[in-house]
């Protein structure tokens, strides 16, 4: 079947920290990929994404990378800020299947 | 431009007891959709509209579960004789359709929490 598998959390880090959440798929077909972040208290908000393989998504300073050969899109950012404490959901969609199928969130704080 | 809009936000209900909930979705989106998340894990799909008609069900949408968007706009929700294994935020999404674009980017409500006692 189609599934995402995150990176266990919670991960804390410390503020300017590099971060890099792991995220890998498996999947039927050729999905497209996404990173949707859930700040307290609000809703799910999409944060990037890619449709094909080697595409590169970014937004907010935060990047993923469509990588085919090893199944994975891990979500990277250079230097985190306070602010960017949140849950970090991986999810894919196949073509032609609106559907999002989500991996099980990773909870992020980042301490000043 | 509002945003998706879900009520209530929070539900406590009985074992048994019948409950409805509400999605009103970005008003120019033909595409609603429903999730469900429990504690720690991310959302799972329940089922999509477009318009009016209710074009996929999961396996997870068992028969005490319905859903409907009448006209096209609003969607209910309703879990009939709640278990408490049906306690759970309830997401609503809604997406435009372009006849190009493989996807389409699904905007979430807050969600309805709901607690079976």
């Known amino acids: 079947g189609n599934s995402v598998t995150q990176m266990e959390g919670p991960v804390t880090l410390s503020e300017e920290a590099f971060l890099t959440i792991n995220c890998t798929y498996t999947?039927?077909?050729?999905?497209?990929l996404f990173w949707y972040v859930q700040y307290p208290g609000e809703g799910l908000q999409l944060l990037l994404k890619a449709t094909k393989a080697d595409d590169k998504g970014s937004n907010k300073g935060f990047e993923a990378t469509y990588r085919k050969e090893t199944t994975s899109f891990h979500l990277e950012k250079g230097s985190v800020q306070v602010s960017d404490s949140a849950v970090y959901f991986c999810?894919?969609?196949?073509?032609?299947?609106?559907?999002?199928?989500f991996g099980q969130g990773t909870r992020l704080t980042i301490n000043p | 431009d509002t945003g998706v809009s879900q009520d209530p936000r929070h539900k406590i209900t009985k074992r048994g007891q019948n409950v409805t909930f509400r999605c009103d979705p970005i008003s120019e989106h033909n595409r609603l959709y429903w999730y469900r998340q429990t504690l720690g894990q991310g959302p799972e799909f329940l089922t999509y509209?477009?318009?009016?008609?209710?074009?996929?069900k999961s396996r997870l949408l068992s028969d005490r579960f319905s859903a409907e968007r009448p006209k096209g706009s609003f969607s209910t929700l309703e879990i009939q004789r709640t278990e408490q294994g049906d306690s759970a935020m309830y997401l609503c999404a809604s997406s435009p359709h372009f006849r190009d674009s493989s996807y389409n980017e699904q905007f979430f409500g807050p969600g309805t929490r709901l607690t079976v006692l």
């Open positions: 509209f477009q318009n009016e008609a209710q074009l996929e």
């Open positions: 999810a894919l969609s196949l073509q032609g299947a609106q559907k999002l199928v």
């Open positions: 999947a039927t077909g050729y999905p497209s």
